[in-house]
C-alpha cells in the first residue's frame, strides 16, 4: 500500500481554491466552509496564484489572510494541499527585474502579462522563488492542516534569454566534452553548419537554426533539466523546514509532451495530473474519450508505478474549448471513478468557487456564481464526495496490477515531430499508441504505459510502437525482455536511429535489434492520405497506411504479406521466437482492427489477468485495484443507456454493500466491487 498523504490518509475530494479573489467579500469564506461541507469535500488547493496577496511589495509579506483561511478550513475537517506561487508572479516583480519574464524564440522578451511567463534560470526569479516558498514553509510546515505541497502550477515552456543560452552551453559542454564529440552527435558537418566555439551554440529557433535534429532532441532535454532543476529548487525550500510532507506538481497528461513527465515525475514524491477529457464531442464517443483519457491516468500511474492524485477536472465544462460542453447527468462522478480506476486516489476539480471576472470567469466550478448549493453540478460533486469517502477504506493507496504494458516514449515524439520523411504528412505517434491501448480497453486488462528509462521486468506482453528513437540502452533491456520469455509487439519506424537521431548503420545490427526481430529495413514507402496497402492475416484483410517497410527476414518467420504495390507477396508482419520469448512486428502502420487481432492471439497465449473474466458489453469497461486480499473491480459505462450483465461470481458492491453476482449499470453509471483473492 503506498500512502499519497500520509498525515490523512484518505481519497481527497475538493479541489483549486482562490479566496484571495474574493478578500473584499468577507462573508464568503464562511458560506464557502458550509458549502464545501455539504460537497463533502475534505481538502482544498490554496495559494496556487497567491503571490500578490502574500507579498504584496517586495519582501512585505502578508500571511494573515491565508492564515484564518487554513484555520478555518481545518476547523471544519478540511485539510490543505498548499502550493508554492511560483505560477505567476506579481507585477512589481517583473518591474524591478524585468530579467524574470520569458524571451521567445525571436530574442524579445514578453510584457508582464499571462501565468508562467517565467525564466526558470534568471537567479532573480529563482531567489524570489526561494524567499516567498521559504516562508510559507517556516509558517505552515507544522500546521496540521496541510498535508501536501503542491509545487508551482503546470510547469511548461521555454525560455530563450542569454542566461538561459549559457546554461544551455554549460550543458552541452558537460554531456560531450568536446566540439568534435557534439559535431558528430548532431551531424553537423551538413550544410557546413560544424561549430567551432562554444558560444556560437545557440537554442534552436524559426529565425536561426532547425535543420540539426540533435540539436533540437537536447534542447528540449536542457529545458526539461531546466526545468526539474527550478523545481528541485523549489522543492529544497519547503522540504528544508520539514522533509516529511510530501511534494506533488500537477502534470498534464500524455499529449502535453513539451517535458519529458517520466523524468520530471520521478522528482515527486506523488505524481499528480489534470485532466479534462472533451465529453459529448459528437465528432468522438464517450468510449473513445474514455479510452484515450484513461492511457493518460495510466501514464502518469506509471511514472512511479504508484497511485497518483487527479488534481484538476472540471466539476461541468471548459472555457477554453472551441464549444463548452457540459456534462450530461452522472458524467462527473463517472469520470472521477475513472480516474480512482486507474489509480488516482483522489477526485479534485478546478475549481471550488467561481472567479467572478478575467479568464475563467465561465469555467464550471463547485460554487458557481449563484453561490448556492442548489445546482445540479453542485448535487452530483456532493454525491460523489459522500462515494468516495465510502470507498476510501478500501481503496486509498491499493495498488494496481499490470502485466502488459505499451511504451510511450517522449524523446521518441520529439524525434518524430521533427524527422523530414518518410511521411511529413503526418505520423499519429498518438493515434498508434491509443490504437494499441484499445484492446486492453475494451477487454479489461489492466496495462502500463512505459518510456525507454522504465523497468521492464514483471511483465509478460510489451508493445513498442514506432519506437524511432532507441535511447537509454533500451535495447538490451527489450532483448532480455523477450530472451528471457517475454513477448514483444512493434510496428513500422522501430529502431531507426539512436539518441541523438542518428540513423544506425548496417544491415542486421544488434543496435537496431534485428537478431531478435529476425529481420531487418532496407527500405519504407511513404503512402498518401487515403491510399492504403493490406495484409490477410488469420483469414481476414486489414489495411495498413502511412508507411511500408521493406524488409529482409533474416531468421524471423513470414505471418502476412502486402498484397499490393511492387513489394507485393513481400513479408508485412513477421514473427520471430528469440530464447524464451517471441518478438512480433507489423511492417506499416495497421489499424486498431489488426493491433486487436494480433494482441488478442498473445493475450489467448499469455492469459493476461483480467478484471472480470465475463465478457464485457459494449461501452462498458473494467480495471481492478488490490488492497492486500480484495480485488476491487471497477465496472463502468459510457454508454448513455442502462447496461445489464454478469459477473464471473459472487461480488460485494463496496457502496451499496450488497452481495451480486449481475449487475445494472445506469447510464453513465459505475458499480465498484470487491471480492476476496
Ligand atoms: C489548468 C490550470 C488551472 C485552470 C484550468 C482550467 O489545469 O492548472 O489553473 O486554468 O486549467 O481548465
Redesign the pocket.
Given at each position: 500500500m503506498t500512502v499519497s498523504t500520509p498525515k490523512f490518509p484518505h481519497i481527497l475530494h475538493g479541489g483549486?481554491y482562490n479566496p484571495e479573489q474574493w478578500r473584499d467579500y468577507p462573508d464568503i469564506l464562511d458560506k464557502d466552509i458550509e458549502l464545501f461541507k455539504k460537497a463533502n469535500i475534505n481538502c482544498v488547493s490554496l495559494g496556487?496564484?497567491s503571490w500578490a496577496a502574500l507579498e504584496p511589495e517586495k519582501d512585505k509579506f502578508c500571511f494573515e489572510w491565508l492564515d484564518e483561511v487554513i484555520e478555518k478550513l481545518y476547523a471544519n475537517g478540511i485539510y490543505v494541499n498548499l502550493a508554492t506561487p511560483s505560477?505567476a508572479r506579481p507585477q512589481w516583480l517583473a518591474q524591478e527585474y524585468p530579467e524574470v519574464l520569458r524571451v521567445g524564440q525571436n530574442g524579445i522578451r514578453n510584457f508582464f502579462g499571462h501565468?508562467h511567463n517565467h525564466c526558470y534560470t534568471s537567479p532573480a526569479y529563482r531567489e524570489r522563488v526561494r524567499i516567498i516558498n521559504t516562508k510559507l514553509a517556516e509558517r505552515y510546515a507544522s500546521n496540521p492542516a496541510i498535508i501536501l505541497w503542491h509545487i508551482s502550477?503546470?510547469f511548461g515552456g521555454e525560455c530563450h534569454c542569454e542566461l538561459c543560452q549559457e546554461k544551455f552551453r554549460e550543458w552541452l559542454k558537460e554531456k560531450y566534452g568536446s566540439l568534435d564529440n557534439l559535431n558528430h552527435a548532431w551531424w553537423s558537418h551538413f550544410w557546413s553548419h560544424t561549430y567551432t566555439d562554444w558560444s556560437q551554440l545557440h537554442s534552436p529557433s524559426y529565425m536561426g537554426e532547425t535543420s540539426i535534429h540533435g540539436l533540437d532532441i537536447d534542447w528540449r532535454r536542457f529545458v526539461t533539466d531546466r526545468t526539474i532543476d527550478f523545481m528541485k529548487a523549489e522543492i529544497s525550500a519547503v522540504k528544508s523546514v520539514d522533509p516529511d510532507i510530501p511534494v506533488t506538481a500537477?502534470l498534464?497528461g500524455i499529449y502535453a509532451y513539451e517535458l519529458n513527465y517520466f523524468k520530471l515525475g520521478r522528482e515527486l514524491d506523488v505524481v499528480s495530473w489534470?485532466s479534462?477529457p472533451d465529453w459529448h464531442n459528437p465528432n468522438v464517443s464517450d468510449f473513445i474519450t474514455a479510452r484515450n483519457e484513461s492511457l493518460s491516468h495510466d501514464m502518469m500511474r506509471s511514472i512511479k508505478k504508484q497511485p497518483f492524485l487527479l488534481?484538476?477536472c472540471?466539476p461541468s465544462t471548459?472555457?477554453?474549448r472551441s464549444v463548452s460542453k457540459l456534462k450530461k447527468p452522472n458524467m462527473h462522478e463517472l469520470s472521477v471513478i475513472n480516474a480512482i480506476a486507474h489509480g488516482s486516489d483522489s477526485g479534485m476539480y478546478?475549481?471550488l468557487r467561481q472567479s467572478r471576472g478575467s479568464?475563467?470567469k465561465f469555467?464550471s466550478a463547485v460554487i458557481s456564481h449563484t453561490g448556492t448549493d442548489n445546482t445540479r453540478v453542485f448535487r452530483e460533486v456532493s454525491k460523489t464526495g459522500a462515494d468516495l469517502q465510502n470507498l476510501s477504506k478500501t481503496v486509498y493507496g491499493s495498488s494496481f496490477p499490470a502485466e502488459a504494458a505499451i511504451i510511450f516514449d517522449t524523446e521518441n515524439k520529439w524525434a518524430l515531430d521533427k524527422i523530414q520523411g518518410p511521411r511529413n504528412a503526418g505520423l499519429d505517434y498518438f493515434g498508434l499508441i491509443q490504437n494499441c491501448y484499445d484492446y486492453f480497453f475494451r477487454n479489461g486488462i489492466n496495462v502500463d504505459i512505459l518510456d525507454c528509462d522504465s523497468e521492464f521486468s514483471g511483465y509478460k506482453l510489451i508493445i513498442a510502437p514506432m519506437l524511432y528513437m532507441f535511447r537509454g540502452g533500451i535495447q538490451e533491456k527489450l532483448r532480455s525482455f523477450v530472451s528471457e520469455g517475454g513477448t514483444l509487439i512493434s510496428t513500422a519506424f522501430t529502431g531507426v536511429v539512436n539518441d541523438t537521431d542518428l540513423c544506425f548503420l548496417g544491415e542486421a545490427t544488434k543496435e537496431k535489434l534485428s537478431d531478435v526481430f529476425g529481420m531487418w529495413v532496407e527500405e519504407i514507402d511513404g503512402l498518401h492520405d487515403g491510399q492504403k496497402n493490406s495484409l490477410n492475416f488469420n483469414g481476414k484483410e486489414f489495411d495498413l497506411h502511412d508507411i511500408c517497410e521493406i524488409i529482409h527476414t533474416a531468421k524471423g518467420h513470414q505471418l502476412a504479406k502486402y498484397q499490393c504495390d511492387y513489394y507485393k507477396g513481400t513479408p508485412a508482419m513477421t514473427e520471430n521466437h528469440f530464447g524464451k520469448g517471441w518478438a512480433f512486428h507489423i511492417c506499416s502502420i495497421p489499424d486498431t482492427a489488426l493491433l486487436n487481432e494480433i494482441i488478442g492471439e498473445r493475450d489467448v497465449e499469455l492469459q493476461l489477468e483480467r478484471s472480470i473474466s465475463t465478457p464485457l458489453p459494449d461501452g462498458v469497461t473494467a480495471n481492478y485495484r488490490v488492497n492486500g486480499e480484495r480485488i476491487i473491480v471497477f465496472l463502468q459505462n459510457f454508454n448513455s443507456f442502462p447496461i445489464t450483465m454478469e459477473l464471473d461470481g459472487v461480488y460485494t458492491d463496496i457502496l451499496s454493500e450488497k452481495a451480486m453476482c449481475g449487475i445494472t449499470l445506469d447510464g453513465y453509471g459505475f458499480a465498484v466491487i470487491e471480492k476476496k483473492i
Amino acid at each position: 500500500m503506498t500512502v499519497s498523504t500520509p498525515k490523512f490518509p484518505h481519497i481527497l475530494h475538493g479541489g483549486d481554491y482562490n479566496p484571495e479573489q474574493w478578500r473584499d467579500y468577507p462573508d464568503i469564506l464562511d458560506k464557502d466552509i458550509e458549502l464545501f461541507k455539504k460537497a463533502n469535500i475534505n481538502c482544498v488547493s490554496l495559494g496556487i496564484f497567491s503571490w500578490a496577496a502574500l507579498e504584496p511589495e517586495k519582501d512585505k509579506f502578508c500571511f494573515e489572510w491565508l492564515d484564518e483561511v487554513i484555520e478555518k478550513l481545518y476547523a471544519n475537517g478540511i485539510y490543505v494541499n498548499l502550493a508554492t506561487p511560483s505560477g505567476a508572479r506579481p507585477q512589481w516583480l517583473a518591474q524591478e527585474y524585468p530579467e524574470v519574464l520569458r524571451v521567445g524564440q525571436n530574442g524579445i522578451r514578453n510584457f508582464f502579462g499571462h501565468r508562467h511567463n517565467h525564466c526558470y534560470t534568471s537567479p532573480a526569479y529563482r531567489e524570489r522563488v526561494r524567499i516567498i516558498n521559504t516562508k510559507l514553509a517556516e509558517r505552515y510546515a507544522s500546521n496540521p492542516a496541510i498535508i501536501l505541497w503542491h509545487i508551482s502550477n503546470e510547469f511548461g515552456g521555454e525560455c530563450h534569454c542569454e542566461l538561459c543560452q549559457e546554461k544551455f552551453r554549460e550543458w552541452l559542454k558537460e554531456k560531450y566534452g568536446s566540439l568534435d564529440n557534439l559535431n558528430h552527435a548532431w551531424w553537423s558537418h551538413f550544410w557546413s553548419h560544424t561549430y567551432t566555439d562554444w558560444s556560437q551554440l545557440h537554442s534552436p529557433s524559426y529565425m536561426g537554426e532547425t535543420s540539426i535534429h540533435g540539436l533540437d532532441i537536447d534542447w528540449r532535454r536542457f529545458v526539461t533539466d531546466r526545468t526539474i532543476d527550478f523545481m528541485k529548487a523549489e522543492i529544497s525550500a519547503v522540504k528544508s523546514v520539514d522533509p516529511d510532507i510530501p511534494v506533488t506538481a500537477n502534470l498534464m497528461g500524455i499529449y502535453a509532451y513539451e517535458l519529458n513527465y517520466f523524468k520530471l515525475g520521478r522528482e515527486l514524491d506523488v505524481v499528480s495530473w489534470d485532466s479534462y477529457p472533451d465529453w459529448h464531442n459528437p465528432n468522438v464517443s464517450d468510449f473513445i474519450t474514455a479510452r484515450n483519457e484513461s492511457l493518460s491516468h495510466d501514464m502518469m500511474r506509471s511514472i512511479k508505478k504508484q497511485p497518483f492524485l487527479l488534481m484538476e477536472c472540471t466539476p461541468s465544462t471548459t472555457n477554453w474549448r472551441s464549444v463548452s460542453k457540459l456534462k450530461k447527468p452522472n458524467m462527473h462522478e463517472l469520470s472521477v471513478i475513472n480516474a480512482i480506476a486507474h489509480g488516482s486516489d483522489s477526485g479534485m476539480y478546478f475549481q471550488l468557487r467561481q472567479s467572478r471576472g478575467s479568464a475563467e470567469k465561465f469555467h464550471s466550478a463547485v460554487i458557481s456564481h449563484t453561490g448556492t448549493d442548489n445546482t445540479r453540478v453542485f448535487r452530483e460533486v456532493s454525491k460523489t464526495g459522500a462515494d468516495l469517502q465510502n470507498l476510501s477504506k478500501t481503496v486509498y493507496g491499493s495498488s494496481f496490477p499490470a502485466e502488459a504494458a505499451i511504451i510511450f516514449d517522449t524523446e521518441n515524439k520529439w524525434a518524430l515531430d521533427k524527422i523530414q520523411g518518410p511521411r511529413n504528412a503526418g505520423l499519429d505517434y498518438f493515434g498508434l499508441i491509443q490504437n494499441c491501448y484499445d484492446y486492453f480497453f475494451r477487454n479489461g486488462i489492466n496495462v502500463d504505459i512505459l518510456d525507454c528509462d522504465s523497468e521492464f521486468s514483471g511483465y509478460k506482453l510489451i508493445i513498442a510502437p514506432m519506437l524511432y528513437m532507441f535511447r537509454g540502452g533500451i535495447q538490451e533491456k527489450l532483448r532480455s525482455f523477450v530472451s528471457e520469455g517475454g513477448t514483444l509487439i512493434s510496428t513500422a519506424f522501430t529502431g531507426v536511429v539512436n539518441d541523438t537521431d542518428l540513423c544506425f548503420l548496417g544491415e542486421a545490427t544488434k543496435e537496431k535489434l534485428s537478431d531478435v526481430f529476425g529481420m531487418w529495413v532496407e527500405e519504407i514507402d511513404g503512402l498518401h492520405d487515403g491510399q492504403k496497402n493490406s495484409l490477410n492475416f488469420n483469414g481476414k484483410e486489414f489495411d495498413l497506411h502511412d508507411i511500408c517497410e521493406i524488409i529482409h527476414t533474416a531468421k524471423g518467420h513470414q505471418l502476412a504479406k502486402y498484397q499490393c504495390d511492387y513489394y507485393k507477396g513481400t513479408p508485412a508482419m513477421t514473427e520471430n521466437h528469440f530464447g524464451k520469448g517471441w518478438a512480433f512486428h507489423i511492417c506499416s502502420i495497421p489499424d486498431t482492427a489488426l493491433l486487436n487481432e494480433i494482441i488478442g492471439e498473445r493475450d489467448v497465449e499469455l492469459q493476461l489477468e483480467r478484471s472480470i473474466s465475463t465478457p464485457l458489453p459494449d461501452g462498458v469497461t473494467a480495471n481492478y485495484r488490490v488492497n492486500g486480499e480484495r480485488i476491487i473491480v471497477f465496472l463502468q459505462n459510457f454508454n448513455s443507456f442502462p447496461i445489464t450483465m454478469e459477473l464471473d461470481g459472487v461480488y460485494t458492491d463496496i457502496l451499496s454493500e450488497k452481495a451480486m453476482c449481475g449487475i445494472t449499470l445506469d447510464g453513465y453509471g459505475f458499480a465498484v466491487i470487491e471480492k476476496k483473492i
